[in-house]
């Protein structure tokens, strides 16, 4: 296959990162259908295993850091395949784990792989895809992503009910090292114009110490970038907090259904990022502007958050269409990636993607206990089980408060999109 820009062969190597980010999208809310066996195999508190689980973020977010600077300096290719094992390795720790600390290793392991996925995948389209079609590759992404959180969800309930919640670690990990060998074949070396670019780059700036610290300083001295990964993890914390975590049995106690029944109305979160995350990037490309779709988002994300909390839903239909609803509302986060690029500089794009993901993942990391201390202070202590509907309806009410301080970002916010098609017109 010919390297061109946009062509067949970008494509498929586009596709094969995606696949990562699946893979690791499936390890990363697959313990949202455990919350109950694993309390009951490590005799834990709500609190304990929201901070167990809560590790993989506090790695994922912190190996942003390097993650950014890695895909700048080296080729994508030489991250991703050792970090594809990274998490193999750790789902099989968690498999064999039989006590909380090993299985809190597990997770880490777990997240210091899964860090080099979106940025990976984002940044392969960065460079081989024209700037146009990034928000519409962001958004393919990550529903790929929602894909393996829809099969790590509701897709292996029933397994977890039937054959226990190691089985599926084991199989995780043994996906993991296929899909490793994959890209080891498949996933090619840069590009010549990517070569070329930089080589420039090195010729003006170098690849020392004064190289890696300038990328940091135009990135994370940039307001833009914070205020942009603020409101990327406000609009996130809908799938870290309910979907990943404590969302099944808020169900569960909301309507008395199965955790099946539940687990496939959560799903129903992932089915709207999964529909409209490509349509958001789509039309946020389409009618060039990027400010405009994330009032939006934050707009809607929060009333439909505050209908699905507040109102006296005892029936599943219901539930279903405002977890839906908030899919499809928060779906437009995607489009935050696409501004981390346009709002740095050409050199930088690696490590502005790899800023806002570390802004995202580290807020929504601290949110996960978070929500699970204010169960147990709500209830008094005790298990998932003893949790009623006003401490779920209590602890969840942390996300409309979240999204409302994001639309108040997005008045800070500045439109990055036509400047940056004004950049690359020029060139």
Known sequence: MTATQGGFRAWVIWF?????????????????VMEHELQTTFHTTGAMLGAALGAYYYIYAPMQLAVGIIFDHLSVRKALIPAVFFVA??????????????????????????????VGAIFLAKIWF???RLALLAGLTTALGMIGAIVGNAGIA???????????????????LFLA??????????PPWEKERRAKEKEALGM??????????????????????????????????????????????????????????????????????????HLSDHLRTRKQPLVLSCIFTTLFLCLLLLLPIKALWPLYVLILLVGLASSIQVVCF???????????????????NMITMLLGGLCQPAAGYILDWSRGG??????????????????????????????????????????????
């Open 181 to 190: 060998v994959v890209l080891l074949l498949l996933i090619p070396r840069l």
């Open 338 to 356: 696409v501004v981390g690029l346009e709002v740095a500089p050409e050199h930088a794009g690696g490590t502005a993607l790899a800023g806002i």
């Open 382 to 427: 005790g298990s998932v089980s003893d949790y009623s509907v006003a401490d779920f309806r209590l602890a969840m009410l942390m996300l409309p408060v979240m999204t409302l301080l994001g639309l108040l970002a997005c008045f800070f916010l500045k439109e990055s999109h036509v400047e940056k098609v004004a950049e690359e017109v020029k060139k």
């Open 16 to 32: 094969l990162a995606a696949c990562f980010y699946l893979y690791e999208f499936f390890v990363r809310v697959a313990p949202g």
């Open 208 to 281: 020392g110490l004064d190289a890696l610290v300038h990328r940091l300083r135009v990135v994370f001295l940039n307001v833009q970038v914070w205020i942009t990964g603020f409101i990327s993890c406000t609009l996130y914390l809908p799938l870290a907090v309910f979907g990943a975590l404590w969302g099944d049995d808020c169900v569960v106690a909301m309507t008395g259904c199965s955790t099946n029944q539940a687990s496939t109305a959560v799903s129903m979160l992932y089915v709207g990022w999964l529909v409209g995350g490509p349509i958001a990037g």
């Open 130 to 132: 024209p700037v146009q």
């Open 158 to 176: 029933s397994a977890v009910h039937k054959l226990g919640w190691r089985s599926t670690w084991a199989d995780a990990s043994i996906f993991g």
């Open 89 to 118: 390795a750790g789902s099989l720790i968690c498999h064999s784990s039989d006590n909380l600390t090993l299985f809190t290793v597990g997770r880490v392991l777990q997240g210091f792989g899964s860090a080099f996925a979106f």
